[in-house]
Every structure is written in structure tokens, then in C-alpha cells.
Nanobody
């Protein structure tokens, strides 16, 4: 069974920063493509960032230059560093993983395994 556990959500003012964490098993961290999705109130879920086992990454256009996804295999953890946050970034953020997709397909078509999500609220 795959367990993905997010943490790090919270409320910050616009322009601020947050770092989300996702803890997974060593198998997932080392061998699967992983990513972050988000769902804002009243909107569809969208891919935010993905990272593959070779370190390649992909981002949705709206977060390029502001968000960075990276992993620490020694800590079994994937991170999403979010800078220059805006109210439009308010959403529940989900950690995702899949053994069978790459960064582009994972970002735009989704992944099969999901965490429970962590809420990020940006105030203006």
C-alpha cells in the first residue's frame, strides 16, 4: 500500500513563502515519478509540479519561476518550495506518485496515488 503524507500547509500573506513536504516510502521516492497537484475552491484539480527519478521536473506555467520541487531521498521526502505566493495559489495541495508516468504526462494527465492534502491559504 502506498502512503503519501503531506505537511507544511498554512496561512501566509501574499508575497510570502511556504514549503510543503511529502513523506513516502523509499521505494516511491527512489523509483517513482512524484508530483504536487492542487485544487482551489470551486475549481478543478490541476497539476503544479512533477519530478522524476532522474531529477527532471515540469511545472504548470502559473508557478514557473516561483515554485521549486525537489526530493531528499535520504529523508524519503519530496518538497515544494513556494515563493512569491498570491491569493490565486490558495488551494488544497496534494502529493501524488505513479510508477508508470513521466513528468509531462504526470503533470497533465495525473497520477494514480494521492495523499490526503494540505491546505494553503494566501491572504492579501
Amino acid at each position: 500500500q502506498v502512503h503519501l503524507v503531506e505537511s507544511g500547509g498554512g496561512s501566509v500573506q501574499a508575497g510570502g513563502s511556504l514549503t510543503l513536504s511529502c513523506v513516502a516510502s523509499i521505494t516511491v521516492i527512489s523509483n517513482w515519478c512524484m508530483g504536487w497537484f492542487r485544487q482551489a475552491p470551486g475549481k478543478e484539480r490541476e497539476g503544479v509540479a512533477t519530478i522524476d527519478i532522474d531529477g527532471s521536473t515540469d511545472y504548470v506555467d502559473s508557478v514557473k519561476g516561483r515554485f521549486t520541487v525537489f526530493k531528499d531521498n535520504a529523508k524519503n521526502t519530496m518538497y515544494l518550495q513556494m515563493n512569491d505566493l498570491t491569493p490565486e495559489d490558495t488551494a488544497v495541495y496534494y502529493c501524488t506518485a505513479d510508477p508508470s508516468v513521466g513528468v509531462w504526462a504526470g503533470l497533465y494527465y495525473g497520477m494514480n496515488y494521492w495523499g490526503n492534502g494540505t491546505l494553503v491559504t494566501i491572504t492579501s
